[in-house]
Each structure stands twice: as C-alpha cells, then as structure tokens.
C-alpha cells in the first residue's frame, strides 16, 4: 500500500530525473565466483486486475527436492504481501544451462481449472535473482518484442480456439464471457538470461540484469518414451522439442506445440540459463528498472512541476493583490476611524465588515470542538510522516532494492510523531477551554489508527479465506497492535501532557459573552460551496504527479522520483494555505465568525477530489469482478483520502489562525 507529494530551485536541481544518483550506496554488493551458485527466489503472484497476491506454490509448479523455504522477511514485506521462497531452478555463476528438465506436473481438474483462473486474472510471477527482480520480454500489440522492468512475467496466456459455425449468436456471446472460445495455455519453459559484470578491484562476479523469456512448449521425449515423473531414468532420455545441437539455447524458431492447460495433461517443466558480460555497474543495474529504460520521459515530470508552480504563482499574485492590498485599506481605515466623519465611518463599515466580527472571531468551534482538536492533531501526525518519508526516499533511505522499507519507516515515523499529535490537540483543546482532556487524548491517540487498524484486520480476514499471500500472519497483526498500545499511545499522552502545560494561545481581541448573528449571504459566499470549490486549484496542482504515484501503487510499477515528489508535496500545501485563507478573509468580509471548521475542511477538501480522481483511475486496471477488488481498492483509497483530508485540513486551519491573529491584532479595538 500505500506515498505523499515534494522550496524550489535548490531542490530542483538536486532531483533531476537521474536514477544513477538515487541508489543507496550503503548497501554491499554480493559477487559470486566462477561455477559459485547463484540462488534464484520466488515472490508471490500478483495480479493488477485483482490486487489479490497468491503464494507462487499455490500452483502446481515444480518445487525444491527438500520442499518450499521462507525466505528471511521483515515486517513490512509481510505487510505489503511479498512472500519470498526458494525455489527448484539450479543456476551457477558464468555456467550457461541448455534446457534443463526441472519436474513433470499431471494436472487434476482442481490445478485445470486453477490455471485458468489465474491466466484469465493475468497474474504475473515475480521471481528474483540477487535481489534484482526478474525482466521480462513479451511481445506488444504491433508484434514488436519490449522490455518490462516492473510487475513480473505472465504464468500462461489465452488463445483463441475455432468456433462451431452453427453456434448461435447466443452461444458465441456465452462462450466469449466465460472464455469458453479461448485455450489456455501455460509457459512451462523459461529462458533465464543474467548479465554480469566483473569490477576492477575485486575477484568474483557480480549480478546485473535478470531477464526471463517465458516459452509454451508441449515437451515430448525422442522415441515416444513416456515419463512417470519420479524415475531416475528420464536423465538418459532427452527431449525432442529442446534444440538437438550441442550448446544451442532453446528460441523462438522452433514451432513447437504449446503446452495446453487441460485435466489429465502431463505438463513438463524446463529452463535455459544464459549468461552475458555486461559493462553495467553494480551500483546502476537498479536504473533500467527504476526508469523502464526511458519509456516514461522525464519532461512529464517537468510538465508536472511546471504545472504547478505555475499555479502557485498564480495564486500567489492573486492572494497578493487581493488580500494585501484590500487589508492595507483597511486596516488604515479602521485605524485612523477617529479622524473621520460619522458618514465617512459609515461608508468605511460598508466596504469591509471583518471588524465587526472582532468579538466572536476567536470564539471556539460551535460544533465538535473535541474532534476538531483530534483531527488537528492526527493532521500534523500524518503530514510529519509524508514529509519525513519523502525526504528519507528521496536521500536513498527508501528505495525498491529494500522491500517493505517504506512501510517499516512509516510506521516507525508515524509511532514517534505521536507526541506532536497529542500536543497540538490538547493545546488546541485547552485553548478552546475544554474540560475533558483525558478523552481528548485518547481520541487523538486511536481515531485514525483505529480505523486503520480495523480496515487493516477486516481486510486481513477476508484476505485469509481468499489463501493469499497478502494476509499477514497473526504474530506480525499481534506486532502492529503491540506497536500501537504500546508505543504510539503512549507518545500522544506524552505530547499531550507537556501541551496541557504550555499556556493556552492567546487572542489579540476579548470574545464576547453572545455570539454575533450571521447574515445570510449569496450562493457564491456560501460556506459549503466555498468549501467544495477551494480543493479543486490544489488538486489541479498535484494531479498529474498524483498519475505516477497511483501508477505506482496499484500496477506493481517503480516511482523514484522523489525529489519532483517533495516539490509537489510543497506546493500542494503552499496552494491549500493560499486559497484557504483568502477564503476564509471572504466569508469574515460576509461577517461569518465561525471560520475553525470552514478553514479545515475548505483545504482539506482537496482529498475529495483525489478520492474522485481514484475511482475515475480505478478503470484504468480493468479490474476483476471479485468483490474483494473493489473493497481493497476503494477501502485503502479511503483511507490515504482521509489522511490527505487532515494534513492538508490542518495546514490550513493552523495558517488560517495565524492570518486571523495577525489581521485583528493589526487594529484598534474599542
């Protein structure tokens, strides 16, 4: 799962789209020497039309003589559905291999009709060689063979099969919806092809490309001899569908039968291997996957900067001209009211009627003040974590070579930036002259945990009766609720504590005893449309970069760009904090007091758009009919939705109070 967004020229130059920069450099590279075995792990199964991940095993592949091992996993691996094996496949350093048997699967009807669901679902294996996950080389619509770098090698394929021409109109459209037109067949031959290179100062070889080549071969023994799957005997055989001449690889010029998926089908498994210097370094064999060889060009990236700054800019000068120069006229004339006539005050009032407010603008909330207090608090606690882990991404910190790393950090940023929690919502709360703050505190330690964690557990259970890989084991659910009591909690009350001991914040203006009535205003001061309206300049700021990022979450595909990431991020928040407090400066003009909710849910209204954004992208994945695609989809996106609401929510409810101090304690209060 789950990502954020990133002051201009100093970081711009830093994050040019160079992927050669951004491996970290910390990380020791392992060298193998001639005939040393190189081992080669299976992940799980992913499907982007599912977003369900399935054990490799689940399947009847060939598996190792003494059974499937665990490969060692940290806690955010498990969480984000990676599930790391060995596997049967030998492979030695330089040691090139000429289709090699591996295993004989016969298939029940229970594997046929297992395979056929995965292949229609297009799940990919996800194999990996010294921690480079596997290439693959597949032809595109225009029969052109490409590289993809992301998101595996395809288990199998459809093709279609002839269809009787006295099948009615009917039939064919049965027959078309539940793949009935369509054989399905499975890749049972892989061409393995690694790359290596040789550095200078050391013995050995290093690993630097991992590509598979993944074949359909119906295998046949010469001379009609039929294999049991078990006896020793098959090593004298030699298979008539592999090349018969000596130290020829098998290829895509013999017309070999493909292996149908089929009950009762005795299913063959082989593989080549072969090896190819390469001048590539170790510390740059990441940048072909991280850049998919330059398909995406980095001008996209500028065009999204661009597009930004260019917002920002604008809005800026609008800010500028409007507010600047409107609140310099008045607070000249309300200052200077004792020297002008009674007509001319009355004609000043007219113009501008924020002053009148003065004594109900630092009134607390009317409604919920308690949970505007908690989501100001689970707001700084989510934009700390954004922030720190794009800067800690962007530094090398976080990076694809290290798996789950990105979860690890956020969940460890996100326990320690419990403290800033708990002190800006009981500071918040006392301010607000709240009486309850041991309840405060515990709203703001588990509000938004706690329906993560409940999303979080819901998710997990079905998961489990799907059998997938996603469902993390009950001892690392067990971790996650031992980090949370245990750590974050604590944290908020500690944050809280010393926030209940600073004094309250204080108010250039005395409130009064009774609220000031608010007059009715038109449509286009209403406070609803204001607020829906205000998210749509700091969306159209942040979407295009929003592309890579859902790209990158839900299509298995590498984001790196981290430096363009915190430029955006930057100036998604700059552009919130701009349009909401030149709203906010409106709705005090139409004499509306009541401006703490309005401020915070005018920016964070931004994540409605995204949340509408991601269900228009969501068709982009051709998604399965499993239910559960659609509730892990809409459910995660929910949840990054709301967490973006209370970042974004709190940035402009906190500059808006800062405006209001400044803008009232720059006049004269009788």
């Given at each position: ?21 951004y491996?970290?450099q ?12 190189v ?13 369900i ?15 499937p ?50 292949i ?16 693959s ?10 590289t ?12 279609a ?17 539940q ?6 067949y499975v890749?049972?031959h ?5 790359d ?11 690993v630097?490309g ?15 001899y ?14 008539a ?11 895509n010029?013999m ?5 149908l ?11 080549d ?5 390469s001048d590539?370094?170790?510390?740059s064999?990441?940048?072909?996957y ?11 990236h ?45 004609e ?21 003040p ?72 515990v ?19 079905i ?12 001892l690392?659910?067990l971790?996650?609720?031992a ?23 204080s ?6 005893t ?7 205003c ?9 607020m829906?309206?205000?998210?749509m ?9 929003l ?12 984001y ?9 991020f930057?100036?998604?928040l700059?552009?919130?904090i ?12 139409a004499?509306n ?7 915070f849910?005018?920016?964070?209204s ?23 695609t ?41």
């Amino acid at each position: 799962m789950n990502l954020s967004l990133r002051s201009i020229t100093g970081v711009l130059l830093l994050s040019l789209p160079s992927a050669r920069a951004y491996y970290m450099q910390g990380i020791k590279p392992q060298s193998f020497l001639e005939g040393e075995e190189v081992p080669l792990k299976v992940n799980s199964m992913t499907s982007i039309h599912t977003q369900i991940p399935k054990d490799y095993y689940r399947l009847p592949f060939c598996e190792p003589t003494d059974g499937p091992k665990m490969a060692s996993e940290n806690l955010g691996e498990f969480l984000t559905g990676n599930k790391i094996q060995n596997s049967p496949y030998t492979i030695n350093m330089k040691k090139d291999v000429y289709c090699k048997l591996i295993c004989q699967q016969e298939m029940t009807a229970h594997d046929s009709m297992n395979f056929k669901t995965h292949i229609k679902y297009a799940y990919h294996n996800n194999w990996i060689i010294d921690n480079l996950p596997s290439a693959s080389v597949a032809a595109n619509g225009k029969g052109v063979s490409q590289t993809h770098y992301a998101g595996g090698f395809p288990i199998g394929f459809f093709y279609a099969k002839p269809i009787k021409e006295e099948a009615s109109r009917k039939e064919r459209k049965t027959m078309k919806k539940q793949r009935l037109d369509m054989d399905a067949y499975v890749f049972n031959h892989v061409n393995i092809i690694l790359d290596y290179h040789q550095p200078v100062s050391e013995e050995g070889f290093r690993v630097v490309g991992f590509t598979v080549i993944p074949k359909s071969i119906k295998h046949k023994f010469l001379g009609g001899y039929k294999w049991d799957g078990e006896s020793s005997e098959v090593h004298t055989k030699q298979l008539a569908t592999c090349p018969q001449t000596e130290g020829e690889h098998t290829s895509n010029d013999m017309n070999n039968e493909r292996q149908l998926v089929e009950a009762g089908e005795k299913v063959i498994y082989t593989y080549d291997v072969i090896w190819n210097e390469s001048d590539t370094a170790w510390a740059s064999r990441w940048d072909v996957y991280l850049t998919e060889n330059k398909q995406v060009p980095a001008q996209v990236h500028w065009y999204s900067i661009s597009n930004s700054i260019l917002v920002v800019l604008f809005l800026s000068l609008l800010v500028v001209s409007i507010l600047i120069r409107s609140l310099k006229k008045d607070i000249a004339g309300y200052n200077s009211g004792e020297m002008l006539t009674d007509e001319e005050r009355e004609e000043e009032m007219d113009e501008s009627g924020w002053k009148l407010i003065h004594a109900d603008v630092f009134r607390p909330p009317q409604n919920y003040p308690m949970m505007f207090c908690v989501l100001m608090g689970s707001g700084a606690q989510i934009g700390l974590t954004a922030f720190s882990l794009i800067v800690l991404s962007f530094a090398g910190f976080v990076n694809p070579s290290r798996r789950g790393s990105m979860i690890n950090w956020l969940l460890v940023i996100y326990m320690l930036s419990g403290c800033l929690s708990g002190y800006i919502s009981s500071r918040l709360y006392k301010t607000f002259k709240g009486r309850s703050w041991q309840l405060c505190t515990v709203f703001t330690a588990t509000f938004f945990p706690g329906i993560g964690f409940a999303m979080f557990l819901f998710f997990n259970i079905i998961l489990a009766f799907f059998h997938s890989s996603g469902s993390v084991p009950f001892l690392d659910v067990l971790i996650l609720a031992a980090m949370w009591c245990c750590v974050t909690i604590p944290l908020v009350f500690i944050g809280a504590f010393f926030g209940y001991k600073k004094e309250t914040v204080s108010f250039p203006t005395v409130t009064s005893t009774i609220p000031r009535a608010i007059p009715p205003c038109s449509l286009i001061l209403n406070p609803t449309v204001n607020m829906a309206l205000a998210g749509m300049i700091p969306f159209i700021a942040a979407y295009v970069e929003l592309f890579f990022i859902m790209t990158s979450l839900w299509m298995d595909q590498y984001y790196y760009v981290f430096g363009f990431t915190l430029i955006v991020f930057i100036i998604l928040l700059v552009t919130c904090i701009e349009i909401t407090i030149l709203m906010v400066y409106y709705q005090f003009c139409a004499e509306n007091h009541r401006w703490w909710w309005f401020s915070f849910c005018a920016s964070g209204s931004v994540a409605f758009y995204m949340f509408l954004y991601s269900a228009i992208w969501f068709h982009s994945l051709h998604p399965s009919n499993i239910f559960m695609t659609y509730f892990l989809y809409f459910g995660y996106m929910f949840l990054i939705s709301l967490a973006i609401f209370m970042a974004t929510g709190m940035a402009g409810a906190l500059a808006c109070l800062w405006f209001t101090r400044k803008i009232f304690g720059s006049i004269k209060v009788d």
